[in-house]
């Protein structure tokens, strides 16, 4: 049977209640706004630093003023309005609380997990019956939820996050809710962090790669979430890619769970990529 890479997109998490990206940026304020967390909330509040409406909202406006773009454009166009202004600027505060709670909706999805859907158990079984070792199947998934460990997992089927194992390669080249470079800033860390590959500088914990490092809301910065607009090689993000494209160049299929692209468009960029 031909070996196949799988690429999945948001639409992949939907059926399981992860919020689809165009809806992303709305589910975020409304989380925010719900859950008023402690790291957020002066800055939600009226009138505090001289903004009438609070900073958060003040950033808001300042980069989308008719509050209309999606997550991903919303987020390139804060790092274009940071790079040529300073941090008193409150569109820092704003992509801070939203990346800091982008990682918390996505935990607290994770954490309502219950038995999957039919469909996500039934893709697991077709790994379960197919995967041999040598040439494996492999996933290049670019949501940060662990949704596709935990499919695996449930059926038994081994993966790791490098393409250098006989198990189930995963590869994120958006980064993960559960991975950090918490040991790389010479922060003491009371667990063992296990990197995702030889080089990378990113982190998990394997012994538990479903619970949250950070629940407790300290140092939840150090999640490795690489958000649109962040650098090219944020977080070792270029390593990541590039086994990506190996696990794509070595596979004889290349299927796409998740996306509306139409396939013209699909081919097109695989093209343009040269894989």
């Known amino acids: 049977m031909p070996s196949k890479t799988f690429v999945l997109g948001a639409g992949f998490s939907a059926d399981a209640g992860f919020p689809l990206v165009r ?3 709305n589910d975020l304020v409304s989380w925010i706004e719900a859950e008023q967390h402690p790291s957020a909330k002066p800055h ?3 009138n505090i630093h001289g903004y009438p409406q609070g900073q958060f909202y003040a ?3 300042t980069v989308d003023p008719g509050r209309s773009m999606g997550f991903e454009e919303l987020m390139m166009a804060v790092r274009d309005q940071l790079a040529a202004t300073s941090d008193q600027d409150p569109c820092y505060n704003f992509e801070r609380i939203m990346r800091d709670a982008c990682g918390r909706l996505l935990w607290n999805r994770q954490r309502a997990l219950g038995r999957l859907p039919s469909s996500y158990e039934n893709f697991a079984s077709w790994f379960h019956e197919h995967h041999l070792y040598g040439q494996t199947n492999a996933v290049v998934c670019f949501n940060w ?3 596709i460990e935990k499919t695996l997992t449930d059926a038994k089927v081994g993966w790791l996050y490098t393409a250098q194992s006989p198990w189930v390669p995963i590869l994120k080249p ?3 809710i559960n991975w950090s470079d918490y040991p790389e800033r010479g922060l003491r860390a009371e667990r063992e962090w296990q990197r995702i590959s030889q080089q990378s500088t990113c982190r998990y914990l394997s012994d538990d790669p479903f619970s949250d490092p950070f629940e407790n809301g300290v140092n939840q910065r150090l999640r490795k979430l690489f958000l649109p607009g962040d650098p090219e090689d944020h977080g070792g993000a270029r390593l990541i890619w590039a086994e990506a494209e190996t696990a794509i160049h070595e596979r004889d299929m290349v299927m796409f769970i998740g996306y509306s692209l139409p396939p013209d468009m699909i081919r097109s960029r695989l093209n ?4």
């Open 23 to 25: 809806t992303l940026s």
């Open 174 to 176: 958006h980064g993960s």
């Open 145 to 147: 939820d662990l949704l």
């Open 272 to 275: 343009s990529s040269n894989v």
């Open 59 to 61: 950033g808001w406006d």
């Open 44 to 46: 939600l509040t009226p």
